[in-house]
């Protein structure tokens, strides 16, 4: 196991930007990418053009990359360093183009295909929940029968906004009419309060969307929830997408981003879920609506290198397993250690 840098504020602002000070690899170079032999592709997607709230989620990933750098590879939780399950790569950002969504969602396209060509788990760091439409389109490309796990405050399944079908409203949609995911192998957990609109919940229920509420996570326990969703939405599936709305979480535990959630999902509950998805198995993940200018004390960019690092972390489980919380550490440790 390679020796981690001392953990020091000089070496955490210094060098080049790129996730937990992960090399760095070209994603449109083939040959680049195939001789960088990788395990996990992180890639920004710096966009807020189709945000009809709070803006400022085009800074999420950068924000989330310095973040990142107080995070360690070791995991006390799983008792794992992520070093000895992946080869970590920093991919870089989607080269976007302010205002057209169209041609800035096939580059993203473009670019987590090609991760997923090279046999990597792509993680985006989002960007509003329009980038999404980037990653399922892309794990589509290579699986015939996806799955998709949201964990979000909202439905997202708006078919439009005021005419437009690209929209933080609208991924879940284009991921069923433009991506090919059966409805029926989509599951969405955390969904709460006055920000959805009637019509969402009618083609959601139309559709059969597997849908778990906030409410339901409290009265039954995030893990059984969350064994249901992932249950329910891979019956019959050969890949799974997961996609993390940071505003699923309580305005208090995740006040940067767009749409804040008051009496939102504790972050404990969060780690959970997660935990339980994750180590079911995922084949590209994301975590978007990071908006750092609104969090001047970097609470919620922490929280999305939190998801990632988790999700890494029991993808690496050879068993699923809730969560740890220790017990492995403890247990396979001892004083001579």
Do not use: K
């Amino acid at each position: 196991m390679a020796e981690e840098p001392p953990y020091t504020s000089a070496l955490l602002d210094a060098g080049v930007a790129s996730f937990m000070g992960a090399d760095q690899v070209d994603p449109f170079d083939e040959d680049e990418l195939e001789a960088a032999d990788i395990d996990v592709g992180i890639a920004g997607f710096p966009w807020d053009s189709t945000c009809i709230s709070r803006t400022g989620t085009n800074r999420g990933p950068r924000a989330i990359r310095d973040a990142s750098t107080q995070t360690r590879y070791y995991h006390f939780e799983y008792d794992t360093d992520l070093r000895d399950h992946y080869t970590i790569t920093d991919c870089g950002d989607v080269p976007v183009i302010p205002g057209n969504a169209a041609e800035s969602l096939r580059r993203g396209t473009e670019l987590l295909s090609n991760v997923i060509g090279a046999g990597a788990i792509p993680v985006m760091l989002g960007g509003d929940h329009t980038t999404t439409v980037s990653g399922v389109r892309a794990l589509a490309e290579h699986a015939d029968d996806p799955a998709l796990v949201l964990i979000d405050t909202h439905f997202d399944t708006a078919q439009e906004i005021a005419g437009e079908r690209y929209n933080h409203c609208c991924p879940l949609a284009r991921a069923i009419d433009e991506a090919d995911f059966d409805p029926e192998n989509i599951s969405i957990i955390g969904l709460t309060g006055p920000t959805n609109p009637r019509h969402e919940l009618e083609f959601s229920l139309e559709q059969g969307i597997n849908l778990y509420t906030l409410d339901e996570v409290v009265q039954r326990g995030a893990v059984p929830v969350a064994e249901d969703a992932v249950e329910a939405a891979t019956e019959g599936s050969d890949a799974v997408y997961l996609t993390v709305d940071i505003d699923v979480l309580d305005a208090g535990a995740a006040p940067g981003t767009g749409v804040p959630t008051n009496g939102g999902l504790l972050s404990r509950e969060l780690l959970q879920i997660l935990a339980v998805v994750a180590s079911n198995g995922i084949d590209a993940m994301d975590v978007v609506e990071t908006s750092p200018q609104l969090d001047p004390a970097g609470v919620t960019p922490r929280m999305a290198v939190r998801t990632v690092v988790d999700c890494l972390a029991a993808n690496a489980l050879e068993e699923p397993n809730a969560i740890g919380m220790g017990t492995r550490a403890t247990a396979n440790c001892s004083p001579d250690d």
